[in-house]
Structures are given as C-alpha cells and as structure tokens.
C-alpha cells in the first residue's frame, strides 16, 4: 500500500490498505495512510471516512503525527478553526523545535487564528471584503466574553453586542495606530 502511494498510484493504495486494514484494525500508522491515501483520491476531500480513519489514529496513538494533521486540517476546512487549532498545538508539540515543520505548523495555526477571529467578529457585524482583523493579546478573550454573555442573555439587544465590539475595535485602531507613530 505505501509502495502505491510512494508511486503516486492512490487508488491502488486505498485497495491495499482495504485489505491490510482488515488484517492490522488498530495500527495508527496504517490508519492514517490509509486516511491520507482516500483523501487524495477524493480530491483532498478528508470528510467521511478519512477522518474517521485518521480518528480512528488518534484513538490508537493519541500523538500521531499525520492523524492530527489529518484531523486539524479537515477542521480547518469546515471553518471549525478553533478546534484546527487545537489539533496543530498537539502536532506542533511532537515536532523538534525551530524545524522547518515546526514553522509550518505555527504558520497553519496563525492563519487558523487570524481566520477565527475574522469569522467570530463576522458573527456579531459583517466585516468588507478585504478587512483584516489582527490578533492583539486579549481582545480575543473580551470579545468572547461578549459573545458568550449575550447568547446566555436573551434580553441582550443585538445593537448592544455590536457597540461594544465596536469600541473594542476602535481601542484596537488606536492602539495600533499609537505603535505605528512609535516606529
């Protein structure tokens, strides 16, 4: 089955690890080519089966390289960012520090985030096309303490939420305007 994947011939490596699979059930390893070799004959596509597979990985080896790539990557192609996230910070810890894949991953993760909130603020008022939303240290936790407090409390009014993030937002203009004079 690898032998097929390392020769760019998938579909004939998802019929191996069919097969090997049913031999080797639980071996993380073989679960999570066998998730990669699917994804790649759908068209990178890891819902369905990939994933279940490469969870399948992760229940065997909680610290399976490729399953929590697998499994982060498939989050951050539903928009489910925070949990990307989470999956890249496991990988990230197996990997050696300042390697190249570590910068990958810190990378992967900074787009999860930068994409996360973007989505998060959109929730509360729609943000133009080409509008970028930086992370500053904190902001991220108040705006999800807003959040959070207004769908616990019906009575909170809309307009209410989108003032306060709005000042939140205006803070963040002046503290980032502030440190653009400095430099």
């Known amino acids: 089955a690898r032998s097929y994947a ?35 004959t759908s068209g ?29 990557t498939e989050a951050f ?9 989470a999956y890249w910070e496991k990988l990230k810890a197996t990997a050696p520090l300042g390697s190249p894949i570590a910068q990958s991953i810190d990378s992967s993760i900074a787009e999860a985030r930068e994409l996360g909130e973007r989505v998060g603020l959109q929730k509360v008022f729609p943000l133009q096309d080409g509008v970028r939303v930086h992370a500053q240290h904190g902001l991220d936790e108040l705006i999800d303490e ?5 769908s616990a409390n019906p009575f909170v ?14 803070i963040r203009a002046h503290v980032e305007h502030d440190r653009q004079r400095q430099i």
């Open 146 to 150: 807003v959040l959070i407090g207004a």
């Open 44 to 72: 990178g596509n890891l819902s369905g089966k990939p994933l279940e597979l490469a969870k399948r990985a992760l229940a065997a080896d909680p610290t399976h390289w490729k399953a929590l790539a697998l499994v982060g």
């Open 6 to 40: 390392v020769m760019n011939r998938h579909a004939d490596a998802v019929k191996a690890y069919e097969r090997v699979i049913q031999l080797v059930p639980n071996d993380p390893d073989l679960l999570a080519d066998y998730a990669d070799a699917l994804a790649v």
């Open 77 to 85: 192609n539903r928009k489910d960012y925070k949990t990307a996230i």
């Open 157 to 170: 009014p809309q307009a209410e939420i989108q003032r306060v993030v709005q000042a939140l937002l205006i």
